[in-house]
């Protein structure tokens, strides 16, 4: 096991958890939006499944990486919306909205994806966003290898931080959107659209949700197969919880998450004694231990969940 404390393994280890973190990061900045809002979608999980699908669809027919990143934010901005209109417009329970949302990507993109390439397992290969060192940063000794070798898209979800962070606490769009989330009544009454920044809101998130998962085909494998966001929806929903609703402590958890799956990879090629499926519950173990251990601390939206009807009929 000497391996493990070595310098290289190291530097491999965190530049992996950093590249791994990326869609869990990209995923849960559009949550803590769109919850922000007061509204819960945690059908992120099949936004990120159909936005890898589509990101896949659009690279290959186009030859381009960019032309795949932008209908993977198209798809889920229609996901967003969708979602917006069930839950805001109609009413609906948002829990059941979002698994409907799950259900529905995890059987359409299994068709769409055996329509375009058959039974072979994976798609062709795509054009894809390739490492981009960042000169002189990328010299610097142990850090330069981790976080300045990586991906446009992978830089992209990090460079959203402090943006989503300024966003929501220092603009007055921002103070509207918590607003909203927290008080949706005192909001309207103080002449803020409450309708209108929900749709915004899950409609950003949805965008960003799918961005998350061209990050996972343009980025990571360059192909797709079959359920390939692998419950990345639900770590990221649980790394919205873990940060606190914020975008710096969402980094933080989707590093945590990013490098413990970096992680149980190594060790598969490492152990000789576990089998590899119980490594590979590691990320998910550590999700279910981090929200344990936020049993009672974490403070949501406090109208999270709740639908918002004009005229007393609503919350």
């Avoid at 280890?13 to 509204?39: D, K, N, Q, T, Y």
């Amino acid at each position: 096991m000497e391996i493990i404390f070595t310098s290289d393994f190291l530097i491999n280890l965190f530049s992996a958890g950093v590249r791994l973190a990326a869609p869990l990061l990209m995923a849960a900045l559009g949550e803590i939006i769109a919850e922000r809002s007061g509204l819960l979608n945690i059908g992120i999980e099949g936004i990120i499944l159909l936005g890898a699908l589509f990101a896949v669809f659009g690279a290959d027919f186009s030859g381009n990486a960019w032309v795949g990143a932008l209908s993977a934010v198209i798809t889920g901005a229609i996901l967003g919306l969708i979602f917006a209109f069930i839950t805001v417009t109609l009413g609906g329970d948002q829990v059941v909205t979002g698994t409907a949302i799950n259900i529905l990507a995890l059987g359409l993109s299994t068709y769409l994806f055996r329509l375009a390439y058959g039974l072979e397992g994976s798609s062709h290969e795509v054009e894809f966003f390739r490492p981009l060192a960042i000169p002189v940063l990328a010299e610097i000794p142990f850090i330069g290898p981790i976080f300045f070798r990586q991906s446009l898209l992978v830089y992209l979800a990090f460079i959203l931080v402090p943006i989503t962070a300024y966003f929501l606490f220092r603009t007055m769009w921002g103070l509207s959107l918590r607003a909203v989330g927290d008080h949706p009544r005192a909001a309207d009454t103080m002449g803020i659209n409450v309708t209108r920044t929900r749709y915004l809101a899950v409609t950003a998130g949805g965008m960003l949700a799918g961005l998350a998962g061209s990050i996972l085909t343009l980025s990571h494998l360059n192909i797709f197969v079959e359920n390939i966001s692998a419950g990345r929806g639900f770590i990221a929903l649980a790394a919205v919880v873990f940060g606190q609703w914020s975008p710096v402590g969402a980094m933080f958890s989707a590093l945590l998450f990013g490098v413990a799956d970096a992680f149980q990879l190594r060790l598969q090629t490492i152990s000789k004694i576990l089998p590899y499926q119980l490594l590979a519950t590691i990320p998910y173990i550590l999700t279910v231990l981090a929200l344990v251990g936020v049993v009672g601390r974490a403070y949501p939206p406090k109208s999270l969940g709740t639908p918002y009807l004009r005229e007393g009929r609503g919350s």
